[in-house]
DNA sequence: TCGCATGCCGTACAGCGTATCAGTTTCGTA
DNA sequence: TACGAAACTGATACGCTGTACGGCATGCGA
């Protein structure tokens, strides 16, 4: 497991094959096969690894906010360590202990303030949503120029003179020039998107 | 792409391999090379060919909540009709004519309301991560039972108990009581959560 | 009728996950 | 110390993947 992190934070899951697991522990492909039932079952190792980094072993904040804040920011600087979480997201992984610990950490942040099981859960539901469409976001736009090097520059240079083309068309007048000018600070908005998210549910509970 | 398309549709995106398209066509697997360069190509095309589904003619709301929750609806029902769309998000996917305009759409729904450039992108961006956090979650968790049939099944025999366990540990005293008894409602969270975005957005808007 | 462009695809290669089964090492017990 | 069983390792093979290379057939303009 350690060593198919090591593999997949160098260079990405791709490269995590049964052989190259097995190669890097100085043994052969079906070696691995005595300790996992499929390969799946080492993704779902790797997963649950990192999970933990994520786990706070101090209290947390008595205040929910700042307690799902805290979190937030652990899990966001976890998936910039290991891109390669977001490409397990959409894969149906079972979860791991670590995993289940994190979410009771995540449902200790309400105790005390008398919330309901059914409510706790949709906040964090949509508190998680946010995250996992933030953290993929975010993985996915800083692996575009090195994952594959030339080969993406290639790429980019076929493909950025046609959606040029189609920019300058005039079809999209309000995109267009922020394409053309950029748009600055626009990729800074982890703080405010979640303040957003987390206004709205207390302004909810609030209300009510 | 059509042949692709349905492909996913019926059996999954793992069923769309370059052999299995040019079959469905009556044409063996370099034939499609004549079309495209990569595979990955033939997966942007489809990416593409889906995100016009969520176009909307007729003209949008004036309000633009209305207008975001209506595109919000669109997207969610594409999805569901092409669950493996959820597969191609972490994938650095080239944009396409339609996502453009998708995009183009979605800026569209500022007008009149004097939001800034900045501002706009900020917007969207947040609305955008809470969307694919929840399609992600909603096609995967639909996913479970039927993707593998018996295959499922079975590990999910072995894996509940082991998870059963580690509950009944009494490490997780509020996540217990919600695995065991349930949480009545607690999928049907997409409007909720959307509003607590919406809500924290505009608030935000009104108290500047 | 010729020359060439275009579309089609047979073959091949390196890689993948993993089923099967044979060989080797380790260990608890007599 | 000896033996039987269990655990571990791995060689081989199968069917699958994406795609590089090069040859063939057809149709069209001159």
Request: glycine share 0%.
């Given at each position: 497991m350690a060593a198919a992190v090591a593999i997949a934070d160098a260079e990405g899951l791709a490269a995590v094959s049964i052989r190259r697991v097995a190669a890097e522990l100085g043994a052969r492909a079906m070696t691995l096969y005595s300790y996992i039932e499929r390969k799946e079952d080492l993704l779902a190792l790797m997963h649950d690894a990192i999970a933990a980094e994520v786990?706070?072993?101090?209290?947390?904040?008595?205040?929910?906010?700042?307690?799902?804040?805290?979190?937030?920011?652990?899990?966001?600087e976890m998936v910039l360590r290991h891109p390669w979480r977001v490409e397990l997201i959409s894969q149906r992984i079972e979860v791991g202990p670590n995993g289940l610990r994190h979410v009771e950490q995540k449902l200790s942040v309400f105790d005390g303030f008398g919330i309901d099981r059914l409510t706790a859960w949709r906040i964090l539901a949509a508190y998680a949503d946010y995250m996992t469409g933030f953290v993929i976001r975010e993985a996915t736009d800083r692996r575009a120029p090195r994952e594959q090097g030339i080969n993406d520059a290639e790429r980019a240079a076929v493909a950025e003179p046609y959606i040029r083309e189609l920019i300058e068309g005039g079809e999209f007048p309000?995109?267009?020039?922020m394409i053309q000018e950029g748009v600055r600070g626009a990729d800074d908005n982890f703080e405010r998107g979640l303040s957003w998210v987390l206004d709205g549910i207390e302004a909810d509970l609030h209300g009510r």
């Open positions: 786990l706070v072993d101090e209290p947390l904040p008595d205040d929910w906010r700042e307690a799902l804040l805290l979190l937030a920011r652990r899990e966001r309000r995109l267009a020039p």
